[in-house]
């Protein structure tokens, strides 16, 4: 099992930035999809961001499309989704997700919450008007 930690989360001003990071445990291999999902209050999981380690192709949701950005550090094994441009919109319990098995299918759009097996705990995000 990968075992995923988020942090980075807090409470912003709309047009503010934050910086969420996942550091990954339990695997070292390329052959990875890592994702980011949000939940917003009373509203379903969706996925806002994937990057396939293997090669770094990335994934946006068309709402958060040039105001975020997912990377990976692999001396650190971690992945961060930088957010620039915050919306009130954009409130939300923040996931990192990572699978392993047909990792490829699961970085390509739509992402889908069950083809994800590893996550983390969540992080909370609030942006203020």
């Known amino acids: 099992q990968v075992h995923l930690v988020e942090s980075g989360g807090g409470s912003v001003q709309a047009g503010g930035s934050l910086r969420l990071s996942c550091s990954a445990s339990?695997?070292?291999?390329?052959?990875?999809?890592m994702a980011w999902f949000r939940q917003p209050p009373g509203k379903e999981r969706e996925g806002v961001a994937s990057?396939?380690?293997?090669?770094?192709?990335?994934y946006y949701t068309n709402s958060v499309k040039g105001r975020f950005t997912i990377s990976h550090d692999n001396a650190e094994n971690t992945v961060s989704l930088q957010m620039n441009s915050l919306k009130p919109e954009d409130t939300a319990m923040y996931y990192c997700?990572?699978?392993?098995?047909?990792?490829?299918?699961?970085?390509?759009?739509?992402?889908?919450?069950?083809?994800?097996?590893?996550w983390g705990q969540g992080t909370q995000v609030t942006v203020s008007s």
């Open positions: 997700a990572a699978q392993e098995n047909r990792a490829f299918n699961a970085c390509t759009p739509p992402l889908r919450d069950y083809e994800y097996k590893n």
């Open positions: 339990g695997t070292t291999s390329i052959d990875v999809c």
């Open positions: 990057i396939y380690i293997g090669d770094g192709t990335t």
